[in-house]
């Protein structure tokens, strides 16, 4: 890299100017201005800039992974990000802490000045929802009524083209489908791995039933349980059923997809799936990173506002609590703890998948 050719100059090169002069409180055009209105404007106009560099992130991410054959070193890059992405998520729930130093009158001083602002108009978090597969038709029913009418018709353009697009979601799901250890030469993984499930719940349900020590009610309340794991399983393995279930919303993965993240799980040790199994639990953790800001901010908004209507015309607390227990992004992924089985029931791979797994000759 060659030296630069003129000095840079700190308060040019960051721009400090344009910084430190775009905090304008909208309460000091009607009167005193509301002291709290600076800190508020502050803390959101970081998390914009955090939101763009977790896009800048993502959007390097989206071609490497989107392939057709990636490269074991590019997926150590794409958790590297991830790890990235997940420090930030961390500043933003810390930054939560730094607004609760205001209190809710503090609060009432200057929010009825930003009717109908509201984080709704986030174009940024709408194109992070949006990129990483968040899009309307898996949003709530009120996101998919509302999710566009509040924003104006630049931004609504570029935000409904962008639905169209790729996703990261359907990158990681089009990678999956493609893994090729599930079937190897005369080697059929879920056969074995079916035999192996039906055996473990074989021995659970005889177990359930002469188990003394539960009552006839209880028996028949964990044996019913046990049926449901089993139809589970049975779903997992058929396509038909699993097909019918993801019509239904319950998967969402293709079935080739969902069936190799979980040998990915079951399998992370083999010294090709370490890196893959690293990225399925940085999405993961993505995803609980952003549940956690979800519900931090709705039990914030509880404390500012209580039961009042949000800024932006939504039903503020009950909106917020729905969309942090229902707007998640790698769910499948997040349910693969369902097809665990032990260590010990775990079918052997034979030697040349083994070896196909392994990095040397």
Same mark, same amino acid.
């Given at each position: 890299m060659q030296k630069n050719i003129k000095p840079c100059y700190y308060s040019d090169y960051l721009q400090l100017d344009k910084l430190l002069d775009a905090q304008h409180p909208e309460s000091k055009n009607y009167g005193n201005e509301a002291h709290d209105e600076t800190l508020f404007i502050i803390v959101h106009q970081a998390y914009e800039l955090w939101f763009k560099q977790i896009l800048h992130e993502i959007n390097a991410i989206m071609p490497v992974l989107s392939q057709t054959h990636v490269p074991e $070193?590019?997926?150590s890059t794409i958790n590297l990000r991830l790890e990235r992405i997940h420090k930030i998520q961390e500043v933003l729930v810390d930054q939560i802490d730094i607004i609760e130093t205001m209190t809710p009158l503090d609060f009432l001083d200057f929010r009825d000045y930003l009717i109908p602002?509201?984080?709704?108009q986030s174009i940024q978090f709408k194109e992070i929802e949006i990129i990483l597969g968040l899009k309307s038709e898996f949003r709530? !029913? =009120?996101? $998919?009524?509302? =999710?566009? !009418?509040?924003?104006?018709? $630049?931004?609504?353009?570029?935000?409904?083209?962008?639905?169209?697009?790729p996703s990261l979601y359907d990158a990681v799901e089009n990678w999956l489908a493609r893994m090729p250890f599930l079937e190897f030469g005369d080697f059929n993984f879920w056969?074995?791995?079916?035999?192996?499930?039906?055996?473990?719940l074989d021995s659970d349900e005889q177990?359930?039933?002469?188990?003394n020590y539960l009552t006839d009610a209880e028996k028949r309340f964990q044996l019913n349980d046990l049926a449901n794991t089993r139809a589970n399983f049975d779903a997992l393995f058929d396509k038909d059923k699993y097909n019918e279930l993801k019509q239904q919303g319950v998967f969402r993965m293709c079935q080739e997809a969902t069936l190799s993240a979980l040998f990915i799980n079951l399998y992370r040790e083999q010294p090709m799936l370490t890196?893959?199994?690293r990225l399925l639990q940085a999405l993961v953790e993505l995803d609980v990173n952003f549940t956690l800001w979800r519900s931090r901010h709705v039990d914030m908004v509880m404390r500012m506002i209580g039961s009042k209507i949000g800024t932006g015309g939504s039903s503020g607390h009950d909106y917020l609590r729905q969309t942090t227990n229902n707007n998640k992004f790698f769910r499948d992924l997040m349910n693969l703890t369902t097809f665990l089985i032990p260590r010990s029931a775990l079918p052997e791979l034979p030697e040349e998948v083994i070896k196909a797994m392994s990095f040397g000759k």
């Amino acid at each position: 890299m060659q030296k630069n050719i003129k000095p840079c100059y700190y308060s040019d090169y960051l721009q400090l100017d344009k910084l430190l002069d775009a905090q304008h409180p909208e309460s000091k055009n009607y009167g005193n201005e509301a002291h709290d209105e600076t800190l508020f404007i502050i803390v959101h106009q970081a998390y914009e800039l955090w939101f763009k560099q977790i896009l800048h992130e993502i959007n390097a991410i989206m071609p490497v992974l989107s392939q057709t054959h990636v490269p074991e $070193k590019e997926l150590s890059t794409i958790n590297l990000r991830l790890e990235r992405i997940h420090k930030i998520q961390e500043v933003l729930v810390d930054q939560i802490d730094i607004i609760e130093t205001m209190t809710p009158l503090d609060f009432l001083d200057f929010r009825d000045y930003l009717i109908p602002a509201s984080g709704f108009q986030s174009i940024q978090f709408k194109e992070i929802e949006i990129i990483l597969g968040l899009k309307s038709e898996f949003r709530i !029913n =009120f996101d $998919k009524e509302s =999710f566009y !009418n509040r924003l104006n018709e $630049k931004d609504r353009n570029h935000l409904m083209a962008l639905e169209e697009q790729p996703s990261l979601y359907d990158a990681v799901e089009n990678w999956l489908a493609r893994m090729p250890f599930l079937e190897f030469g005369d080697f059929n993984f879920w056969q074995q791995f079916s035999d192996a499930v039906d055996t473990m719940l074989d021995s659970d349900e005889q177990t359930l039933k002469e188990a003394n020590y539960l009552t006839d009610a209880e028996k028949r309340f964990q044996l019913n349980d046990l049926a449901n794991t089993r139809a589970n399983f049975d779903a997992l393995f058929d396509k038909d059923k699993y097909n019918e279930l993801k019509q239904q919303g319950v998967f969402r993965m293709c079935q080739e997809a969902t069936l190799s993240a979980l040998f990915i799980n079951l399998y992370r040790e083999q010294p090709m799936l370490t890196a893959p199994f690293r990225l399925l639990q940085a999405l993961v953790e993505l995803d609980v990173n952003f549940t956690l800001w979800r519900s931090r901010h709705v039990d914030m908004v509880m404390r500012m506002i209580g039961s009042k209507i949000g800024t932006g015309g939504s039903s503020g607390h009950d909106y917020l609590r729905q969309t942090t227990n229902n707007n998640k992004f790698f769910r499948d992924l997040m349910n693969l703890t369902t097809f665990l089985i032990p260590r010990s029931a775990l079918p052997e791979l034979p030697e040349e998948v083994i070896k196909a797994m392994s990095f040397g000759k």
